[in-house]
């Protein structure tokens, strides 16, 4: 079983950054990607960002320009790095790590959530 450990979260101003951090139990380098979601209250979870393990970086139209996905290998953490917040980037964000199975099915693992508020 894997487990994804988020942190960073908190409660920021607008124009503020913030970046999160989740840590993987194994290497995630074994994942076909890493991701962040979020969840708005009385939204759908939307995707943010993903950096697979063998191709480039991705991000959602709302976050280009203002966030950051990276990666360290040797310490098995992904992170978000998000600046000029805005107050409706205010979700729960999510970790996910998918991983690649036979048959071209995919399975999804994901963290618990850290809560970002963008508020005066």
């Known amino acids: 079983q894997v487990q994804l450990v988020e942190s960073g979260g908190g409660l920021v101003q607008p124009g503020g950054s913030l970046r999160l951090s989740c840590a993987a139990s194994?290497?995630?380098?074994?994942?076909?990607?890493m991701g962040w979601y979020r969840q708005a209250p009385g939204k759908q979870r939307e995707l943010v960002a993903t950096?697979?393990?063998?191709?480039?970086?991705y991000y959602a139209d709302p976050v280009k320009g203002r966030f950051t996905i990276s990666r360290d290998i040797s310490k098995n953490t992904v992170y978000l790095q998000m600046n000029s917040l805005k107050p409706e980037d205010t979700a729960v964000y999510y970790c996910?790590?998918?991983?690649?199975?036979?048959?071209?099915?995919?399975?999804?693992?994901w963290g618990q959530g850290t809560q970002v508020t963008v508020s005066s």
């Open positions: 996910n790590a998918r991983q690649s199975l036979v048959g071209a099915t995919t399975r999804d693992y």
């Open positions: 194994r290497s995630i380098f074994s994942f076909y990607s």
């Open positions: 950096i697979p393990s063998r191709s480039s970086t």
